[in-house]
């Protein structure tokens, strides 16, 4: 029997989670400064890292920096409206909300 060949067709992984070093690099700083800052940008907000690899999301590093300018992309709606799902959903179950729509619905009357 004749053992598999490899594939010589090989694809890039880009990776999700990445070491401090390349987190600090997303944000233009050296891995110094980014260790020395990295307390102000955790109390801002800034994505922790993984407790058992200490590598960083890259995605949510990104998702943070443009939540400091939300209106810059498109994200000003979206945060009110999710905003105005969360208030709603602390005073309601869907089960309670559901309720009351079916009951609106019954004293509106025949459309």
Do not use: Y
Request: aromatic share 6%.
């Amino acid at each position: 029997m004749i053992a598999p060949t490899p594939s010589d067709v090989r694809f890039r992984v880009d990776p999700g989670d990445v070491p401090p070093e390349k987190a600090a690099r997303r944000l233009h700083l050296t891995v110094e400064r980014f260790n020395q800052l990295l307390p102000r940008l955790l109390a801002r907000g800034f994505p922790e890292a993984d407790p058992d690899t200490g590598c960083f999301c890259l995605e949510a590093i990104d998702q943070w920096r443009k939540l400091r300018t939300p209106q810059l992309f498109g994200l000003t709606d979206g945060t009110r409206v999710a905003q105005a799902e969360s208030a709603q959903g602390a005073t309601a179950s869907m089960g309670d909300r559901f309720i009351e729509a079916k009951e609106r619905r019954r004293h509106r009357g025949p459309a």
